[in-house]
């Protein structure tokens, strides 16, 4: 299995990098390749709106974005992960989430139904305080990309990685997701 990372974080060792790496990084016999990309140190430029795309496979635009629409295609499987600034994914992650709009418009919808794992991390306490504008960005990625999204992890109470570090029961939730992702 081809599994690709992606995370938002401004922070090249943030807990979004840590825990995507730590959920793919199997020490185990190793199942599947990965490779994480850091969109910060990416060169990804905001949608143009030009609709190049819907006339045309993929996007006019000449950036990193290019390789990683190849990658898209090539995965069985693709880990989104961002922390939450004012309430939404960060401007890296969105900048990434509006150029999928060239895969919306690609012909042959061959993102039907690619399977696509989501993670959430916010320094705020209640897990569900996020709830409504999570399920409309799934909403969105299922709707405009085709992407299935097979599970969503809100880690909630996390400013710091030292409150992920020092969190069993969230470092226990991500054992399981991990051995189920082994088995996917
Ligand atoms: C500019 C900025 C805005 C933030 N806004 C929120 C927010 O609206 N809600 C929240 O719970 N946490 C907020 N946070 C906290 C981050 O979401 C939290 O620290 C996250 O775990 C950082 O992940 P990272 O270490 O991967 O960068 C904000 C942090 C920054 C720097």
Redesign the pocket.
């Given at each position: 299995m081809k599994i690709m990372g992606i995370v938002g974080?401004?922070?090249r060792d943030?807990?979004?990098?840590t825990i995507v790496e730590k959920l793919l990084n199997s020490e185990e016999e190793q199942k599947h390749e990965y490779e994480i990309h850091r969109l910060n140190s990416l060169n990804i430029n905001p949608c143009q709106a030009c609709y190049y795309c819907k006339e045309n496979d993929g996007c006019d635009l000449d950036d990193d974005m290019v390789n990683l629409y190849k990658e898209l295609y090539d995965s069985d499987l693709i880990v989104i992960g961002s922390?939450?600034?004012?309430?939404e994914v960060t401007s890296q992650t969105k900048l990434f989430i509006d150029r999928l709009y060239g895969l919306y418009n690609n012909k042959k919808r061959e993102f039907k139904d690619k399977k696509v794992l989501l993670i959430y991390?916010?320094?705020?306490s209640d897990e569900n305080?996020y709830n409504n504008y999570i399920e409309n960005q799934k909403k969105y990625l299922y709707d405009f990309v085709g992407f299935k999204i097979i599970e969503t992890i809100k880690l909630h109470g996390?400013?710091?990685?030292k409150d992920y570090l020092n969190n069993k029961e969230l470092i226990e939730k991500l054992e399981t997701i991990k051995t189920n992702l082994i088995n996917l």
């Open positions: 974080s401004p922070r943030g807990t979004t990098y922390p939450i600034y004012f309430g991390t916010y320094a705020n305080t996390i400013a710091e990685k």
